[in-house]
């Protein structure tokens, strides 16, 4: 069927339609009415417009913007010539900018510009907001009645690329005479209204876009650097000027300032992992202030801490006086920020963040979350991605999932900015590591795991970690003599003492006689007090997941604390042996009773057996109360042997308490004794026979309150014990006691043997004391770092530190290998990050790595004179540097090769979202990748030399080297496609949304956010999002649940999570160029003669 009518579709363009008339009609006058118009597509019609005589083009310009950016400076908006000429060189600027980068196209642009130049080509503006029309007029030269006089095409296709070809859109073709003549009337009447496009504006385009040919190769240079340094030249080298005047300025923490801010700005986040006692905490203070000045004054800041670092840092922020917004929150109270809240902060800091390495916590989830969302205000890239910094001296606690989970706060699993897939790289390691673990040979097995960590080190660290050592520092020697010139050193750590201690017969029978009750299943305790529900009754039994699994951990973690204490001290064990007596024999009188109180498990297992020993009793005993909101059931409802098994129990913990409290009637303690003669024999004196301090450690309040009246009764006396219970009543005292950096007017010195838990171990200046014993070892063996931390401090006198390690006894290492996991973990932590020192064992291996400086020297110091250099230039030509800082991107000028390269080659720098690239393309088109130092030696050029055409195939060099940038990066990605694999989860919780998803009929919104969720799960962004899914599958399934309900469940779900865009407060603009974040972008480039 014939028809005027015409939609970009099966052949028949605009542009087609264009080309046609220009082809078959004598056309003399072309006249165009759009609503938009771009540069870049006039190129595509340009040899047709050659032959036109007159081509007259009227724009029309929204106003819209004008008018509300007029509303919110609360002035009213006058429609003025000059300011839609503005809002249309505006407009032109961005096309050009954003145009193909092609010979074709520039020629077209130039040709358009070159025609206005003359007068071929008029161009106006019209500033009305109500014009919408789309209107393109052929005239021949002379007007006449018959027909192909004209013709008049009107619709919705502007003069862009897109519509004339790409986009779908609805156009006629109109050719009678009344038509044409009353559109071009119509034309006329608007062509009056219009503003004129002098020759002025059209050089001003040209000016300000990369069509100028005019930029020198000094200009280009320089230009090269400001698009490379970025915002580093806008502020002061001398970071320590950031400092407080009672804060000591130290050249390793400047650096660390500056490696961390490129680190945000490259990977959105970074370990901050100065060994303990460096300074962390002034230089992520810095790095907030330096945050700010290129972030801009609506920067807010999130601090998270540990409750008892929560001075520290409230401190120390007011000593910096920051001029925005910085909140705190510990670290236990993350659920109380909404997500319109989590929107406003732009940088997250997490100190002690190993505190949040278990992807299965609700605190992970929580952080997590907060760091995923999105921030409402942009950064000047445009970007909406929240920055975050963890601050930890000990990132690797245990395993490697534990710096995997702690990297996926602030990377995607499967899209990160790194140049691997996550999930893939540590899955393979992590099954290494569960295969090592339970190597027999320790040899073999701490050299597996020094290779294993050794490749996260190399593989993913090196590039998101500040890790400075005290050998770091003492062997840079830059950092030495800074720290000379202000009179500060670091001591040496001498090798760690073992203490052990023997067991009389008597005392080594009843140990015997315990172990083998607490660990032989078959005459042993059996721990059934804590597996309750694996002897329920159905249908009672079922209501509780994995009942039988849930109770038999729950009995090894008894187990494994009972052994502990033991390990740690014989009073602490008779103290736990007997509330286990009364629980079991509570839960004996419920039978009787017959009212069984009992609670689900808890879910905290695991990280609880890594190190939160005193937590988990605590959860236990609670759960043992009578407590009515808890499931209550009668004896009927149990298995009837369970009763018969608790009696068990009872009657073997009657038997050991009555052994324990005879034996402890004896007075005898060997390891007690032990600890006693190191105090008589030197331990408190120093090397002119002056009395030392000492620091002692503890797992366990119940062991360090024994030791203080054991030592009372020994007549020793300026003792001070420590636990949760009283510290935060006791800070100004152990602060004026131990902490050197305390005035000397404010010290005291009422105490010289503090004895506490492990709420000392993190935060705390204990450094007027070089001396720690270690009275047991800490599960999660990281501990003993942090407890080292306490006196190895900057600011301390000593010239040694001093480690005591009390071994755990042969039996205890038997069953629960304490030794060997404290050497496996240190040494993966040594492997990973480096350490001055071995800390527990002279089987340790340890090195430093320098995980604060990757380049060689010579490129540091050389792009550092850069730098310098750069910003000398500033300072002395501050209007020519601004003229600079204002040249396009793309902009690019011909030279004369003065390298030993030879002629004909292009050199380029790309950058993306990810990394900055510099290509040479020579005359064959061969590419090469080199260095910024490489591209420095090639652009540097003298203020005097001129530029020069480009070569005739540099847009075509140019090109090239994009398509290698994006082969490269296509290439990685693909690898990493291929070789990723989803878990079991995520592909059960993808398969449930896609099933779902056909079954049930969802609105835009909700369909929206299934998708979004979908994208989330397989890029790995949340851990518990595929789990949460698989969890709602799984109880559908039991409750029977009706699709509409478990529709309305899996909503429920993902709106807690943060995955729609927030709304920004203001509209963005971006000038220049409009920058893609997984495109390669054109920054610079000169082609050699």
Not at 343 to 352: H, N, S
Not at 725 to 748: G, V, W, Y
Not at 829 to 847: K, N, P, R, V
Not at 946 to 959: A, I, R, T
């Amino acid at each position: 069927m014939a028809t005027k009518f015409f939609t970009n579709l099966k052949g028949k363009t605009l542009l087609q339609k264009l080309e046609g008339t220009f082809q078959y009609m004598d056309v003399y006058y072309f006249d165009a009415l759009v609503g938009y118009f771009q540069m870049s597509g006039y190129y595509r019609i340009h040899e047709y417009l050659n032959k036109v005589k007159e081509v007259r083009i009227l724009v029309g310009i929204n106003i819209d913007e004008l008018v509300w950016k007029a509303y919110q400076d609360g002035i009213e908006f006058v429609q003025d010539k000059e300011t839609t000429k503005e809002k249309l060189l505006e407009s032109m600027v961005s096309d050009v900018q954003n145009a193909e980068y092609s010979f074709p196209v520039e020629k077209g642009m130039l040709n358009f510009i070159e025609g206005i130049r003359t007068g071929k080509i008029q161009v106006k503006a019209h500033p009305s907001k109500k014009l919408h029309a789309k209107i393109y007029i052929f005239r021949q030269k002379n007007e006449h009645e018959h027909a192909g006089w004209g013709s008049v095409i009107t619709g919705s296709s502007n003069l862009t690329e897109p519509g004339l070809e790409r986009n779908f859109e609805f156009n006629v073709e109109l050719r009678d005479y009344d038509d044409v003549k009353f559109a071009l009337e119509t034309f006329e009447d608007l062509w009056k209204e219009g503003i004129d496009l002098n020759p002025d504006f059209i050089e001003k385009l040209k000016r300000k876009t990369y069509l100028n040919d005019e930029f020198t190769p000094f200009e280009i240079y320089i230009k090269f650097l400001i698009e490379y340094f970025g915002r580093s030249i806008e502020y002061d080298p001398d970071i320590a000027n950031d400092l407080p005047k009672k804060y000591t300025s130290l050249r390793y923490q400047v650096d660390a300032v500056k490696q961390g801010v490129e680190m945000l700005k490259r990977h959105n986040g970074f370990f901050l992992a100065d060994v303990v006692g460096l300074g962390k905490t002034v230089v992520a203070a810095m790095i907030m202030k330096r945050f700010y000045h290129i972030n801009g004054w609506k920067t807010r800041v999130l601090v998270v801490y540990p409750p008892a670092l929560k001075n520290a840092w409230r401190n120390t922020i007011e000593d910096f006086d920051l001029p925005f917004r910085v909140d705190f929150i510990s670290n236990g109270s993350l659920h109380k920020i909404s997500e319109a809240k989590a929107q406003g902060y732009d940088l997250v800091i997490v100190d002690e963040a190993h505190k949040f390495r278990s992807d299965t916590s609700d605190m992970f989830h929580q952080l997590q979350t907060l760091c995923k969302t999105k921030r409402k205000n942009p950064g000047p890239d445009g970007d909406r991605t929240k920055k975050v910094i963890l601050v930890s001296a000990t990132p690797l606690n245990n395993r490697p999932e534990d710096i995997r989970n702690l990297i996926l706060l602030f990377q995607d699993g499967r899209n990160s900015t790194l140049d691997m897939n996550i999930i893939r790289f540590f899955r393979t390691r992590i099954d290494r590591y569960n295969k090592l673990k339970t190597e027999p040979n320790r040899k073999v097995a701490m050299e597996g795991i020094s290779k294993l960590y050794e490749e996260i080190r190399t593989g993913i660290l090196e590039q998101i970690t500040i890790r400075r050592t005290r050998t770091d520092i003492r062997e840079n020697e830059e950092y030495w003599q800074d720290m000379e010139r202000q009179g500060l050193t670091f001591p040496e750590i001498e090798k760690p003492k073992e203490v052990l201690y023997q067991l009389a017969p008597t005392l080594n029978s009843l140990f015997e006689e315990t172990m083998n009750c607490l660990r032989n299943p078959v005459v042993g305790i059996k721990y059934y007090r804590y597996q309750a529900i694996r002897f329920l009754i159905e249908p009672y039994k079922s209501k509780y997941e994995n009942a039988d699994l849930v109770s038999g951990r729950l009995a090894y973690i008894m187990k494994t604390l009972l052994v502990k204490r033991l390990d740690s001290s014989f009073y602490a064990f008779i103290q736990s042996l007997k509330r286990y007596r009364d629980a079991n024999r509570a839960m004996i009188l419920m039978f009787k009773n017959d009212r069984i109180h009992i609670a689900p498990p808890l879910d905290v297992s695991k990280h609880i057996l890594e190190g939160d020993e005193e937590i988990l009793l605590e959860k236990m005993e609670r759960l043992k109360l009578t407590d009515p909101s808890i499931q209550t059931f009668t004896a009927d409802d149990f298995d009837e042997s369970f009763l018969m098994v608790l009696k068990q129990d009872q009657s073997i913990i009657d038997i050991l308490v009555e052994k324990w409290e005879s034996w402890q009637q004896t007075g005898q303690d060997p390891k007690l004794e032990e600890f006693v003669n190191l105090l008589n024999n030197g331990m408190m004196k120093g090397k002119n026979g002056e009395r030392k301090k000492l620091v002692i450690f503890s797992e366990f309040a119940d062991t360090t309150g024994y030791l203080l009246e054991s030592l009372k009764q020994r007549h020793f006396d300026r003792l001070l014990t420590v636990d949760s219970s009283n510290h935060k009543a006791l800070t100004d005292i152990i602060a004026q006691n131990f902490d050197a950096r305390m005035p000397l007017e404010k010290r005291r010195d009422d105490y010289d043997i503090i004895i506490t838990t492990e709420v000392l171990a993190e935060g705390v200046n204990l450094h007027r004391s070089d001396t720690i014993l270690n009275y047991d070892i800490p599960w999660n063996s990281t501990r003993l770092m942090q407890r080292i931390g306490r006196v190895n401090r900057i600011g301390t006198t000593a010239e040694k530190i001093h480690i005591y390690n009390f071994y755990p006894t042969e039996q205890t290492e038997n069953e629960i290998e304490l030794h060997k996991k404290a050497l496996l973990k240190l040494q993966a932590f040594h492997s990973a990050l480096g350490e001055d020192s071995q800390i527990y064992s002279s089987e340790e291996e340890f090195g430093t790595f320098g995980l604060f400086e990757k380049v060689e020297d010579d490129e540091r110091d050389e792009t550092l004179r850069l730098l310098l250099e750069l910003r000398a230039f500033k300072e002395n030509n501050r209007d020519w540097f601004r003229k600079i800082e204002k040249m396009p991107l793309r902009s690019r000028c011909g030279r004369v090769d003065s390298s030993s390269k030879g002629t004909g080659d292009t050199v380029v720098f790309l950058k993306n979202s990810r990394r900055d690239a510099f290509f040479r393309v020579d005359e064959n088109r061969a590419i090469e990748e080199i260095s910024f130092l490489d591209t420095v030696r090639r652009f540097r050029a003298t203020t005097d030399e001129k530029g020069l055409p480009l070569l005739d195939g540099h847009h075509e060099q140019v090109n090239n080297a994009v398509m290698q940038f994006k082969s490269l990066q296509a290439g990685e990605r693909a690898a990493e496609k291929q070789a990723s694999k989803f878990g079991p989860n995520e592909k059960n919780a993808l398969s449930y949304l896609d099933a779902f998803t056909r079954m049930t009929t969802w609105n835009e919104d909700d369909l929206l956010l299934i998708q979004l969720a979908q994208k989330a799960i397989k890029n790995a962004i949340f851990q518990k999002l595929p789990r949460q899914l698989i969890q709602l599958r799984k109880s559908a399934e039991k409750a029977k649940l009706k699709p509409a309900v478990i529709a309305d469940k899996i909503i429920e779900i993902l709106k807690t999570y943060p995955l729609l865009e927030p709304q920004a407060e203001e509209k963005e603009v971006i000038e220049n160029v409009t920058v893609k974040r997984d495109e390669p972008n054109i920054i610079i480039s000169e082609s050699f003669i």
